[in-house]
T-cell receptor, first 110, second 116 residues
Framework: RKEVEQDPGPFNVPEGATVAFNCTYSNSASQSFFWYRQDCRKEPKLLMSVYSSGNEDGRFTAQLNRASQYISLLIRDSKLSDSATYLC???????????FGTGTRLLVSP | GAVVSQHPSWVICKSGTSVKIECRSLDFQATTMFWYRQFPKQSLMLMAT?????????EQGVEKDKFLINHASLTLSTLTVTSAHPEDSSFYIC????????????FGPGTRLTVL
């Protein structure tokens, strides 16, 4: 079983739609959680950290459920520029290593 | 913000040759640098963790004699792919964590290696 699992998609949605991505992780000792965005042939860029209390940044809302080892990302009012691959990332003890999920591809169409 | 550069951004080489990739933190000092590899349609896989002045720690399945890592200063780490073969063709990305602390890793723009 992979340490971080995501639905690879692609998710095809129209502009303005709301889309949700899910992620599960297997290591209960994981300490920090993030969503990264990666555009084609580019490096990943940090989108937001994820906290148990949930956090929101504009159109993006992230949620963490430690009991279920489940992380989510909600994107409201999708824009064309949101088209990218969204990577779920967890860190191990001591925040040393980032473990990446395979990513979920989002395609927003006009 | 913290900037990490990589050089070269892409390289094409013949099978059997060695290729060196540089990773530099431009506006901060990095205690730790990480090297990742990403094959098409797959996620980033950590290859090794390097700390300035000490030997790199390699992930399971990564050959340390094939992927030589040198972290000679707080702003520079290099990855040398020795005797490259076509199966080494991949996107190599480095990241760096600041000496000033914090969890965030700052990623370089990546190097696309194609071995013919």
């Amino acid at each position: 079983r992979k340490e971080v699992e995501q639905d690879p998609g692609p998710f095809n949605v129209p502009e303005g739609a709301t889309v949700a991505f899910n992620c599960t992780y297997s290591n209960s000792a994981s300490q920090s959680f993030f969503w990264y965005r990666q555009d084609c042939r580019k490096e990943p860029k940090l989108l937001m950290s994820v906290y148990s209390s949930g956090n929101e940044d504009g159109r993006f809302t992230a949620q963490l459920n430690r009991a279920s080892q489940y992380i989510s990302l909600l994107i409201r009012d999708s824009k064309l520029s949101d088209s990218a691959t969204y990577l779920c990332v967890v860190t191990t003890t001591g925040f040393q290593k980032l473990v990446f999920g395979t990513g979920t591809r989002l395609l927003v169409s006009p | 913000g913290a900037v990490v550069s990589q050089h070269p951004s892409w390289v094409i080489c013949k099978s059997g040759t060695s290729v060196k990739i540089e990773c530099r933190s431009l506006d901060f000092q990095a205690t730790t640098m990480f090297w990742y590899r990403q094959f098409p349609k797959q996620s980033l896989m950590l290859m090794a963790t390097s700390n300035e002045g000490s030997k790199a720690t390699y992930e399971q399945g990564v050959e340390k004699d094939k992927f030589l890592i040198n972290h000679a200063s707080l702003t520079l780490s290099t990855l040398t792919v020795t005797s490259a073969h076509p199966e080494d063709s991949s996107f190599y990305i480095c990241s760096a964590r600041s000496l000033a602390g914090g969890d965030e890793q700052f990623f370089g723009p990546g190097t696309r290696l194609t071995v013919l």
